[in-house]
């Protein structure tokens, strides 16, 4: 998993499926910090969810599983999750002109949660950092808690499910075009001081291993995200490997150029998996 959205909703989905347990979803938030808080932007919010109003207090993790399952309503067949990872120009399944649009593009993702899309609500979440003394700030800061915001979003319905299938196909293209690039950048920094780039691709994947998937996910889908991870994780890479590796700005501006169309092709394919996983759980 590469971001918090996506491991509260596969497995909160999964534990209102009946398919993993509280636990398996406070084990999967523990992850990405050691505290959760969860409050209300809004008073509807507030009313959909249970959370107190107008009191602002932050309340933890386990309210964070009551919040979610009370906007969830009553158990159905199907999920009532929804994965957003928008980006300016591609805001898919968000209500436009709403503060949980603005928020969540900012952050680059969020949740909708909505069998009944008069009733529905969004989240996202923000990392909270302690404060480092300047001689640590050289390091990459851990975070040390992870608040969700909970907005009131009438009208707002699930994001469109996405055909696996034809997500794989766009991403095998990716791989390759993504694998040209990295190579073209190994080659550039040769004799340059600088780590190999394969090396540092698999350092990046290395951290999304430490987020566990439930069992009920389809190979497919699992393959589709191990594939995206890939060219996520080149991209990253090779994004910040392009000014030492290519000596002329016009090197610089073609790999830029062949890397860009990727992203999003990286963001459609994750989205469809974890619709796939989403699903899965209910079948």
Same mark, same amino acid.
């Given at each position: 998993? @590469? ?10 989905? $999964? @534990? ?15 992850? @990405?910090?050691?505290? !959760?808080?969860?409050? =209300? ?11 107190? @109003?107008?009191?602002?207090? !932050? ?49 680059? *993702? ?34 040390? =808690? ?11 319905? &699930?994001?469109?499910? &996405?055909? &696996? ?19 073209? &950048?190994? $080659? ?26 439930? *069992?009920? =996910?389809?190979? %497919?889908?699992? %393959? ?30 073609? $790999?830029?150029? $062949?890397? %860009? ?23």
């Amino acid at each position: 998993m @590469w971001c918090p959205s996506v491991s509260l909703s596969v497995w909160a989905n $999964a @534990w209102l499926a009946g398919v993993a347990a509280p636990d398996d979803v406070l084990d999967s938030l523990s992850q @990405w910090a050691p505290r !959760h808080s969860v409050t =209300a932007y809004d008073s509807v919010a507030a009313g959909r969810t249970g959370l107190p @109003w107008p009191d602002l207090n !932050h309340s933890g993790a386990v309210s964070l599983l009551q919040t979610v399952r009370t906007a969830a309503g009553p158990v159905g067949s199907s999920p009532a999750f929804g994965v957003a990872l928008p980006v300016p120009g591609d805001v898919r399944g968000l209500p436009a002109g709403t503060q949980f649009q603005r928020d969540a593009v900012t952050t680059g *993702e969020a949740i909708i949660i909505a069998r009944d899309p008069s009733s529905a609500i969004g989240l996202v979440p923000d990392f909270a950092y302690d404060d480092m003394e300047e001689e640590e700030s050289e390091f990459e800061p851990e975070p040390c =808690a992870l608040s969700w915001t909970v907005y009131s979003v009438p009208g707002a319905a &699930l994001p469109v499910s &996405l055909d &696996l299938g034809e997500a794989e196909f766009e991403l095998r293209s990716a791989v390759r075009s993504a694998a040209d690039a990295l190579g073209a &950048l190994r $080659a550039g920094a040769a004799g340059a001081d600088v780590a190999d780039p394969r090396a540092l691709v698999e350092q990046v994947l290395e951290s999304g291993r430490l987020h566990r998937i439930p *069992e009920h =996910a389809p190979t %497919r889908a699992l %393959r589709v995200l191990e594939n995206a991870a890939h060219v996520d994780a080149i991209i990253t890479v090779s994004s910040g490997l392009i000014p030492i590796g290519l000596q002329s700005s016009s090197e610089v501006q073609i $790999a830029s150029d $062949a890397l %860009r169309p990727l992203t999003g092709v990286v963001r459609s394919a994750r989205l469809a998996a974890v619709d796939a996983i989403l699903h899965s759980a209910w079948q």
